[in-house]
């Protein structure tokens, strides 16, 4: 419904700023990290926003950028995830090395997050890793690793499916992957290094 508001930063509260706007002042909830980068009292700013419509509760969610908004969009699509958690979540890691995390399924990286124990990092990348890679913004990013990280998933993807074809069970496959460094090897090169695992 809001996009994003343009206007004077009013105030900067405990978890929140007021945006003034044509004498209406936006009540905007945001990380401590986003306020800071925001500006002083008196700025003109603009914040991309997450309008939130519940039974008992309406709130705007602000961010400074729309890779940002972008993140938090997928972050409380998880089960489990509400927006006070992917607020604390986006203040401690930059979307880019969120989205490295769940594509390489990171679990050390994500749990370094407060509030995010191992079994909430491994729900993470289940539910998001196939909408972190469709996201068209994240797929036409610059950011080398992600690229990498997409590209070495995409190889590993394929090699799995080829050793199921060979009668091969998913899980073992996976164990066995686990174990190699897959970054400068073909899907080839995967699936024989695999199947010799496999093989013992």
């Excluded at 004498?23 to 800071?36: H, P, Q, T």
């Excluded at 969610?61 to 489990?80: A, D, K, P, R, W």
């Excluded at 749990?111 to 469709?134: W, Y």
């Amino acid at each position: 419904m809001l996009a994003y508001i343009k206007g004077t930063l009013e105030a900067k509260m405990k978890g929140f700023v007021v945006i003034d706007v044509g004498g209406l002042g936006y009540k905007v909830y945001m990380s401590d990290v986003g306020m800071d980068k925001l500006g002083k009292i008196g700025d003109k700013v603009k914040v991309h926003t997450y309008y939130q419509v519940r039974e008992d509760d309406i709130s705007i969610f602000g961010f400074n950028t729309s890779e940002e908004l972008i993140m938090f969009e997928l972050m409380i699509s998880v089960s489990g995830i509400g927006a006070k958690t992917a607020l604390t979540m986006l203040a401690v890691i930059e979307p880019s090395k969120f989205a490295l995390a769940v594509i390489s399924e990171d679990v050390t990286t994500l749990t370094q997050i407060p509030g995010i124990g191992p079994k909430s990092a491994k729900r993470i990348i289940l539910e998001l890793k196939d909408k972190v890679k469709k996201e068209e913004q994240i797929a036409q990013t610059q950011n080398v690793e992600i690229q990498h990280a997409m590209l070495n998933d995409n190889k590993v993807s394929e090699a799995i499916s080829a050793l199921q074809v060979l009668g091969y069970n998913k899980k073992d496959i996976e164990k066995a992957l686990s174990t190699m460094d897959k970054s400068d090897m073909t899907v080839e090169e995967i699936i024989k290094k695999g199947l010799a695992i496999l093989a013992l």
